[in-house]
Antibody, heavy 117, light 112 residues
Framework: EVQLVESGGGLVQPGGSRRLSCAAS????????MHWVRQSPGKGLVWVSG????????DYADSVKGRFTISRDNAKNMLYLQMNSLRAEDTAVYYC??????????WGQGAVVTVSS | DIVMTQSPDSLAVSLGERATINCKSS????????????LAWYQQKPGQPPKLLIN???IRESGVPDRFSGSGSGTDFTLTISSLQVEDVAVYYC????????FGQGTKVEIK
């Protein structure tokens, strides 16, 4: 059974940093692109970042480019999102997601990040 | 970036009646080389992550009831729930994966 479990969410001050983790199991992690998708309170879904199966290629939404860094450790089946210079508008539930390939077939339960003083 | 626009934003349908959600992309998501539309539909219930319902515009995922169907091509797509059930109350999103990944704003489906 495919499982994605996010951790690392919490309250952070504006300008602060946070690292989210996603533990993957039940599939060959090193063969799939992985992504982060966020959902602000009461809002829709927004793709944040993606990383290729070997970690050599990364992509970011314009809204987080230069502030967020996606990475992975295939030996540990782990996906990460390092978030720096956080803003109030980054407040959201952050989902780790695996592509089918194509659309996002599997999702974690999400990690809540609140940026507030 | 490809912009996805859904309509309506919300709809209320009687149990057993049809619900229809539309999705329009700002440019075609049809890839001629493999004759596929790079369009998916998701269902999200409160407090849960989204669930993939339909892939390639019209292919139901395993386990998805056949009252859900997707249609359309190019820039215009439709998700139809043929006979609304209580468990179908949710927000539905379309998503293109032709270039990057962008979602529609969501359509909330309720019981009338």
């Amino acid at each position: 059974e495919v499982q994605l479990v996010e951790s690392g969410g919490g309250l952070v001050q504006p300008g602060g940093s946070r690292r989210l983790s996603c533990a993957a199991s039940g599939f060959a992690f090193s063969t799939y692109w992985m992504h982060w998708v966020r959902q602000s309170p009461g809002k829709g879904l927004v793709w944040v970042s993606g990383i290729s199966s070997d970690g050599s290629t990364t992509d970011y939404a314009d809204s987080v480019k230069g502030r967020f860094t996606i990475s992975r450790d295939n030996a540990k089946n782990m996906l990460y999102l390092q978030m720096n210079s956080l803003r109030a508008e980054d407040t959201a539930v952050y989902y780790c997601a695996r592509v089918r390939p194509g659309p996002f077939q599997y999702w974690g339960q999400g990690a809540v990040v609140t940026v507030s003083s | 970036d490809i912009v996805m626009t859904q309509s309506p934003d919300s709809l209320a349908v009687s149990l057993g009646e049809r619900a229809t959600i539309n999705c329009k992309s700002s440019q075609s998501v049809f890839y001629r080389s493999n004759n596929k539309n790079y369009l998916a539909w998701y269902q999200q219930k409160p407090g849960q992550p989204p669930k993939l319902l339909i892939n390639w515009a019209s292919i139901r995922e395993s386990g998805v009831p056949d009252r859900f169907s997707g249609s359309g091509s190019g820039t215009d797509f439709t998700l139809t729930i043929s006979s609304l059930q209580v468990e179908d109350v949710a927000v539905y999103y379309c998503q293109q994966f032709y270039t990057g990944w962008t979602f529609g704003q969501g359509t909330k489906v309720e019981i009338k």
